[in-house]
């Protein structure tokens, strides 16, 4: 089984795990961490680790799921993603949305967290789209 990590700047990670349990319910497999503030880079590479352990427990692997590439819990991520010494193996993902964690009870049941982001990433890329104006010509049946 595949467990998540949605990391973010500031609230969004929690936003969104909030936001799916009103839509959705719960996702069990799935926890938050957001950089705050507060904590800064290096309380969030403490936390990121604690966060990561916990999620780690009873998983094949786990997915981190990120805001943006390149920020900070992008980059902590990767610390661990390509570390040899972590345990589950941990696959990241940048541009996380709502869709996207949604999803993540599709490929929960995988046992390869590379695998499992591929699929996260077909399923939710259908997902984004440009809304346009669509003229349709009403019937007059009803």
Excluded at 10 to 32: D, F, I, K, N
Excluded at 58 to 65: C, I, K, T
Excluded at 72 to 85: E, I
Excluded at 110 to 136: G, H, K, V, Y
Aim: charged share 10%; with cysteine.
């Amino acid at each position: 089984m595949i467990h998540f990590i949605v990391a973010s700047h500031g609230p969004l990670a929690t936003a969104l795990l909030e936001s799916s349990r009103m839509v959705y319910g719960e996702l069990p497999h799935v926890q938050a961490i957001a950089l705050t503030e507060e904590r800064g880079i290096e309380g969030f590479k403490q936390d990121f680790a604690q966060v990561l352990q916990s999620a780690g427990q009873g998983a094949s692997g786990v997915v981190v799921l990120c805001d943006m590439q390149s920020g900070t819990p992008w980059n902590v991520a990767c610390l661990h993603s390509f570390s040899p010494q972590t345990q589950p193996p941990v696959a990241v993902v940048a541009g996380v949305n709502f869709p996207m964690l949604l999803q993540t009870d599709e490929v929960a049941h995988l046992e390869d967290a590379n695998i499992a982001a591929q699929q996260l990433i077909a399923l939710t890329q259908p997902t984004i789209t440009l809304a346009t104006l669509t003229l349709s010509v009403q019937s007059d049946d009803f």
